[in-house]
């Protein structure tokens, strides 16, 4: 059973069709660390083009899901309720293997810092028990 569906994590971050790419929550320790799903679904608008007979989900927007379920873990928080968590930054990132429709990645981000308004954040991305990409990722809240 899902902490949060897609209509509750819309409470949460801003993102919308087609760029809110996590569908679930299933673990949250607020300001502390997340874990989401993204069930991955051949109807993706991107595998139109990324690639046509071969489709695989861009690794951009595997880092970008895992900073969503980021982005949910700091500003569960009541002090950051109703702002923005941006992307200042992403190092250490690694692909490990693609992702592809049928996949369901599960998304865990821990927050690592924070001081004041930015902080980071490290992410693992997985499919079946197996990393599919990991990155640091830096935000600052606006």
């Known amino acids: ?19 809110l790419l996590i569908d679930t929550i299933e673990e949250l320790e607020p ?7 993204k069930c991955v679904s051949m109807n993706e608008p991107y595998f139109q083009g990324h690639f046509p007979g071969n489709p695989v989900m861009p690794g951009a927007l595997v880092v970008e899901a895992l900073a969503q379920v980021g982005a949910v873990a700091i500003l569960s928080q009541p002090e950051w309720k109703g702002r923005t968590a941006y992307f200042a ?8 293997r693609k992702v592809v429709p049928g996949d369901v990645l599960v ?5 690592v810092k924070v001081k004041g308004p930015v902080g980071i954040g490290r992410a693992v991305a997985t499919v079946d028990g197996k990393k599919a990409a990991e990155a640091e990722l830096t935000f600052a809240i606006g």
Do not use: C, N, Q, W
Not at 31 to 37: D, H, L, M, Q
């Open 1 to 19: 059973m899902s902490l949060y569906t897609a209509k509750e994590i819309m409470e949460i971050i801003p993102h919308r069709y087609p760029f």
């Open 31 to 37: 300001g502390v660390r997340a874990v989401g799903r």
């Open 89 to 96: 930054g992403i190092d250490k990132a690694k692909f490990r």
């Open 107 to 111: 998304l865990e981000t821990s927050i």
